[in-house]
């Protein structure tokens, strides 16, 4: 194997590139990430290709390997970091040309907790997915996650605890969302450590994901099924 500082990234065909960009995600290089795009671009590459083939092709094999325990949060996260600084190229280049965009996630902790590496994990992992994602942060009343979700036009609500004690919350935000006749018009998925599937059913989520990869096939699914829809 050649080391790594032999590898000149504009040096390699298209679709080497492409494989050495996965395995640099996986590495989370930021900046071998940022300048991959950038080859890619120069190259007459779309904005859309490049995320899709180069960006959310490589995410997806670290999704596998956290799903799979090979890979640690820690490492998911700088694969993340790395992922976000190719996004940021190419954020302003797919408003321009209005790519297909996958869906809208508004994710938020709940009111009462301030926990949130999970929470951020899935926000990623989502984008990373080709998903827009708009981060609430922590400690969220049922007004804000309301006001996001309109003000957003969202297609998924994600919410997050890991607390006991702050997990009953994510029903307060169900209940007002169905009292204001809203339910039917976001899915909901709800995720943290001392929750279950048990109680995402109790409370009326769309469904519980145990960690970021069955957050992000969890919506993918529901989103597919929800053009489907619209589609028939």
């Given amino acids: 194997m050649a080391d790594e500082g032999d590898i000149i990234l504009s040096e390699l065909d298209d679709e080497e590139l492409v494989l050495q960009m996965h395995d640099d995600l996986y ?23 490049t995320l899709t083939k180069a960006l959310v092709a490589g995410m997806t094999i670290v999704g596998a390997d956290f799903r799979d325990g090979i890979l640690f949060v820690p490492e998911v996260l700088l694969a993340a970091n790395a992922m976000k600084a190719g996004m940021a190229i190419l954020k302003p280049l797919l408003a321009e040309t209005g790519a297909p965009k996958v869906g809208k996630m508004v994710i938020g902790t709940v009111k009462g907790d301030i926990h949130d590496i999970g929470k951020n ?31 957003e036009e969202a297609d998924i ?18 209940d007002t969302l ?30 519980y994901c145990r960690d970021a990869a069955v957050a992000v096939q969890t919506a993918k699914d529901f989103m597919g099924r929800k053009h489907n829809q619209m589609a028939g």
């Fill in 121 to 151: 994990l899935v926000g990623m992992m989502m984008e990373g997915a080709g998903f827009e994602v708009v981060d609430l942060g922590i400690n969220n009343s049922v007004e804000k996650y309301l006001e996001a979700l309109e003000r």
């Fill in 27 to 49: 590495d989370g290089l930021k900046e071998e990430i940022e300048d991959g795009v950038r080859i890619l671009l120069d190259r007459g590459w779309t904005p859309y290709d």
């Fill in 178 to 207: 169905k009292e204001k006749g809203m339910r039917e018009d976001f899915i909901i998925l709800v995720g943290g450590a001392p929750l279950n599937e048990e109680f995402g059913r109790a409370i009326g989520a769309d469904a």
């Fill in 157 to 174: 609500l994600g919410m997050s605890a890991l607390l006991t004690t702050t997990m009953p919350y994510m029903k307060v935000v169900i």
